[in-house]
């Protein structure tokens, strides 16, 4: 009878039961993020104390910093305890600083968000006019060069990764004609590079999957019936082509969003940027775990919620994908 019930809920109340799969599915990825980030520094082989604090440093001061980081307890006592630290934001402490984890990333979260936001949103910006514009040339077979033109050039940017194209536009604008500042992060011109060797790619991505949305709805019935009532060209494709052409742009906008965030790692480090990229990197070389462990979850859950935020999005675009299908 209950089963019934909840079955009935979901049938008459479609957002609850989306709702409730979304919260399941997030939950357990979660589950899946921590109990990784707690296990990379158990699976790494070696002493991470040892590492971090050099091979000269006395057993003494070893013992007693894996004494301090509880490091000596048993794993499912240290498993526990990274739990309940994690659910009072305590992420630990820096091996080599000696400051809390949580404050490393507080100083260094608002850079990368900055950069991955600012390239999301010049990758949309240029993507959808451009490929909107693309479906509405080369629509029906017309301009065949053209649309060969803008197929190549968007298959060899979004090949290139942002490692290569970020160095590649240091050494032409930044080195050689001297036009945007090499490295850091201060006046408007320095999120120039950085912003464009996240976004060229995705934007090249996001243009080719727009082109192809808009040229399968201008191929709909209700697009030729609205096209038969002669309305006005502005009107049919902003109206009633665009909304229905997005869709699948915005779902792989978010995810590769996710990948622009992933992908600042490499980009800040090519520029210096003072964000959690460049932070990682570093405590990876000085075997600082905890920091490590710390951005590793910042990422990950991140990288989670834009995909929450994604889903929620196309709920709201279309309602139908709320209801699970059988």
């Given at each position: ?20 799969r ?39 001061l ?9 490091l ?25 600083t ?5 404050d490393v990333?507080k100083?260094?979260l ?61 050494y ?24 464009l ?54 779902t ?21 940027w ?20 710390g ?30 299908e059988?």
């Open positions: 009878m209950s089963s019934a019930v909840s079955a009935a809920d979901f049938t008459e109340h479609p957002w609850l039961g989306f709702a409730l979304r919260l399941g599915r997030l939950i357990g990825s979660l589950f899946v993020l921590v109990s990784a980030a707690f296990l990379m520094i158990h699976l790494i082989p070696g002493d991470p104390v040892r590492s971090a604090l050099g091979p000269a440093a006395a057993q003494s070893v013992n007693a910093q894996r004494a301090s980081l509880g000596d307890d048993p794993l499912w006592q240290q498993y526990v305890r990274f739990l309940q630290h994690l659910f009072t934001g305590n992420l630990g402490t820096s091996i080599t000696g400051l809390p984890v949580s990333i100083d260094r608002p850079a990368t968000v900055e950069l991955a936001v600012a390239a999301f949103l010049v990758a949309v910006l240029i993507a959808l006019p451009l490929g909107l514009a693309m479906g509405v040339l080369t629509r029906a077979g017309r301009r065949p060069r053209t649309e060969l033109g803008f197929t190549s050039t968007a298959v060899v940017l979004a090949a290139i990764p942002e490692f290569l194209l970020a160095v590649g536009l240091v032409v604008f930044a080195v050689s004609l001297h036009w945007f500042p090499v490295a850091g992060r201060g006046s408007v011109a320095s999120y120039v590079l950085p912003v060797s996240l976004a060229i790619g995705p934007a090249a991505v996001l243009a080719r999957i727009c082109r192809v949305e808009l040229l399968a709805v201008l191929q709909t019935d209700y697009l030729r019936t609205a096209r038969a009532k002669r309305l006005p060209a502005v009107k049919v494709y902003l109206r009633h082509a665009l909304p229905n052409a997005v869709t699948a742009t915005i792989l906008g978010g995810l590769l969003l996710g990948g622009m965030v992933a992908g600042t790692v490499l980009v800040e480090n090519v520029f210096g003072p964000g959690l990229g460049s932070t990682i990197v570093s405590s990876i070389i000085a075997k600082d775990y905890p920091v490590v462990q951005v590793v979850l910042v990422y990950g859950v991140g990288v989670l919620l834009v995909n929450l935020a994604v889903d929620i999005t196309l709920a709201m675009l279309d309602p139908r994908s709320t209801i699970r059988s």
